[in-house]
């Protein structure tokens, strides 16, 4: 089993807005794409994808720090503790 994260860009949905510049269709290609390819770049794990491409999230994704405050304000706003 595979799992990745995927940026599908900024595309016009009710969300995106009517001016996002990506394409809508781009938008889910890469998720079918490591979904159901042969490809070896897409029998891969823990990548960051954009239009099938494997790139870098932000820094501090890899920052503990900033992943404890993450958790912390979540769970202030839900009410839930997330461990």
């Known amino acids: 089993m595979f799992s990745n994260a995927v940026d599908p860009g900024w595309v016009p949905t009710k969300m995106g807005g009517p001016g996002a510049p990506d394409d809508l269709r781009l938008g889910h290609l890469t998720q079918e794409w490591l979904a159901t390819s042969d490809d070896p770049d897409a029998r891969t794990s ?38």
Request: no cysteine.
């Open 46 to 83: 823990g990548g960051y994808w954009h239009h099938q491409h494997r790139t870098e999230p932000h820094p501090a994704v890899r920052d503990p720090q900033f992943q404890d405050q993450l958790l912390d304000e979540l769970g202030r706003f839900t009410a839930t503790r997330l461990v």
